[in-house]
C-alpha cells in the first residue's frame, strides 16, 4: 500500500474544490513534455468523472509523440487562442498547477494565472515552489508529478472508478521523466503504482513505442549527425556537450520534440558524469539549456550558477541569452568550476 501524501486537511480541502468547482482550469508549463501532458490530461479524467467539463490548457506547442494519448485533442494552446483563454481563465473557480514550481514557467500565461480570482491547487514534484495554492501538493524527491498525481487520486479513494483513460497518460509521465524507468525511479512504490495501472489493462509496450518510436526519418538522421559532428567530450572532466544550431534544425527539418532524449546519450560514454545540450533558438538569440547527470553529480546546481535554471539533481534545464559560441563558452566555464566532483 502507499502511504498519504496529503494530510486529513489538505485531502478534505482537494475533495471539496473538485466536487464543487463550476468552472475548473487545468494549467501546464511552457514546452509541456511527457509528464506534463500527462497529468493535465489525466486530471482531466478525474475531473470528468466527477461530472466537470475542465479546460486544459498548455501554453504553447507541445511534441508530435505526445498528441497520441486520450483526450489530448482537447487541449487548447494559449498561444493560439489567448482571447478564449484569458475569458475563461477570469470566471475559474478552480486552477490546478501541473509540473510547474513557479507561474513564470507557464510564460506569457503568468499575468493571467496570477490575476486570476480561482483558487489555486498545486501538484508538482520540482524544488522551491511559490504558487499561492489552497493545497500544495509539493514532492521533490517524486519520480514525476504523474506519480503525484496518481497517488492523489489513489488517497481520494477515485482510482478504483477511473479506467485506461486515467492509467495510460499517468504511465506514459512516469515513464518519461524517469528515461523509461532508468533514472530516478529506484523507490518501489513506483513499481507498485505500475502494477496497479496494469489492472486496467494499458499497454505498456505500446506506450513506450508511441513515445520512442515515433519519430521521423529526418529525426534519426539529425541524431546520427549531432553525435558523429556536434558533440565534443571533455575526458579529463568525464563531460560532455553538444550544439545544435539553427541550420541544422532547418537541414533536418527539426520539430519540437525531436531532441527528445537526445541530451541523454552521451552519457552512454563509460565513465561520463555529465551531459550538456546547447540548441538554438529558431526565431531569437536565445539558447536552450539541458543538463543530465548520473550518481550524485548535481546538475541542477550547474543549471542554476551558469545557465539560469534548475531542475532535478539528474535531470535539469536553463537558458541563456547570447549566441551559440558565447553559449559554448559558459559550458567550459561550468567544467572547469565543477572538475572536481566530475573527475
Not at 43 to 66: I, N, S, T
Not at 123 to 151: N, Y
Not at 218 to 244: P, S, W
Not at 263 to 288: A, H
Request: with cysteine.
Amino acid at each position: 500500500m502507499l502511504d498519504n501524501i496529503m494530510t486529513d486537511g489538505e485531502c478534505s480541502m482537494l475533495r471539496s474544490l473538485l466536487e464543487n468547482s463550476n468552472m475548473p482550469v487545468l494549467c501546464c508549463h511552457q514546452n509541456a513534455d511527457g509528464d506534463a501532458i500527462g497529468a493535465m490530461l489525466a486530471m482531466g479524467e478525474v475531473l470528468r468523472f466527477l461530472g466537470k467539463e475542465p479546460l486544459m490548457v498548455a501554453p504553447d506547442q507541445y511534441p508530435d509523440y505526445l498528441q497520441w494519448m486520450p483526450n489530448s485533442e482537447k487541449i487548447v494552446r494559449y498561444d493560439k487562442r489567448r482571447d478564449y483563454v484569458e475569458m475563461v481563465l477570469k470566471m475559474a473557480d478552480l486552477i490546478i498547477c501541473l509540473d510547474f514550481n513557479t507561474l513564470a514557467r507557464t510564460d506569457e500565461m503568468e499575468q493571467v494565472l496570477s490575476s486570476s480570482p480561482a483558487k489555486k491547487v498545486l501538484i508538482d514534484h520540482h524544488l522551491g515552489p511559490d504558487v499561492d495554492a489552497v493545497v500544495k501538493v509539493s514532492r521533490p524527491e517524486a519520480s514525476s508529478t504523474c506519480e503525484l498525481v496518481f497517488r492523489v487520486v489513489w488517497q481520494l479513494g477515485l482510482f478504483d472508478q477511473l479506467g485506461k483513460h486515467f492509467a495510460v497518460p499517468v504511465y506514459c509521465g512516469m515513464m518519461t521523466d524517469t528515461g523509461g524507468f532508468t533514472y530516478n525511479s529506484t523507490d518501489c512504490d513506483i513499481y507498485y503504482i505500475i502494477s496497479q495501472l496494469l489492472t486496467k489493462h494499458i499497454d505498456k509496450d505500446k506506450i513506450y513505442r508511441n513515445v520512442y518510436h515515433n519519430y521521423s526519418e529526418h529525426r534519426l538522421r539529425m541524431v546520427g549527425h549531432v553525435l558523429c559532428n556536434c558533440m565534443v567530450v571533455d575526458e579529463e572532466r568525464h563531460a560532455a556537450f553538444y550544439t545544435l544550431n539553427r541550420e541544422d534544425q532547418k537541414r533536418f527539418h527539426f520539430v519540437k520534440g525531436d531532441a527528445e532524449g537526445l541530451v541523454n546519450m552521451p552519457l552512454q560514454i563509460k565513465g561520463l558524469k555529465l551531459s550538456i545540450s546547447l540548441r538554438e533558438d529558431t526565431e531569437k538569440q536565445m539558447i536552450w539549456v539541458s543538463l543530465r547527470s548520473v550518481d550524485d553529480f548535481p546538475c541542477n546546481e550547474v543549471a542554476a550558477r551558469f545557465f539560469n535554471g534548475g531542475g532535478h539533481l539528474n535531470a535539469s534545464g536553463g537558458k541563456l541569452s547570447c549566441t551559440l559560441p558565447e553559449a559554448v563558452d559558459i559550458v567550459k566555464q561550468a567544467f572547469v568550476a565543477f572538475e572536481d566532483r566530475l573527475k
